[in-house]
Nanobody, 121 residues
Framework: QVQLAESGGGSVESGGSLTLSCTTSGDSVYAPNMGWFGQAPGKQREGVATIEPDGSTDYADFAKGRFTISRDAGKKTVYLKMNSLNPEDTDTYYC???????????????WGQGSQVTVSS
């Protein structure tokens, strides 16, 4: 079982940037796949970005070209760098350890506690 601890959420103006961090711990420190999911109030949690053990990445269409997921094995941390943020990106973002790579909550084995990101106009 992998435990995930997030940090880096906050408030920014439209066009600004934020970087979320997710530190892993547990008997199995690294899951085969890691991802980030976003959830707005009253809506379903949806995939934002994933990264495989070999470094391959995938992004939701709205995130492609603006967000970057990366993994620092030495620091046991996964990052989500978010550039060119707009108010539609306002969500709670959850780090996830997945049994298989994909932007699907069904693949998630462990969740982070969630990081609130608010983007003002």
């Amino acid at each position: 079982q992998v435990q995930l601890a997030e940090s880096g959420g906050g408030s920014v103006e439209s066009g600004g940037s934020l970087t979320l961090s997710c530190t892993t711990s547990g008997d199995s420190v690294y899951a085969p796949n890691m991802g980030w999911f976003g959830q707005a109030p009253g809506k379903q949690r949806e995939g934002v970005a994933t990264i495989e053990p070999d470094g391959s990445t995938d992004y939701a269409d709205f995130a492609k070209g603006r967000f970057t997921i990366s993994r620092d094995a030495g620091k046991k941390t996964v990052y989500l760098k978010m550039n060119s943020l707009n108010p539609e990106d306002t969500d709670t973002y959850y780090c996830a350890a997945e049994s298989r790579c994909g932007l699907e909550t069904a693949y998630v084995e462990s969740w982070g506690q969630g990081s609130q990101v608010t983007v003002s106009s």
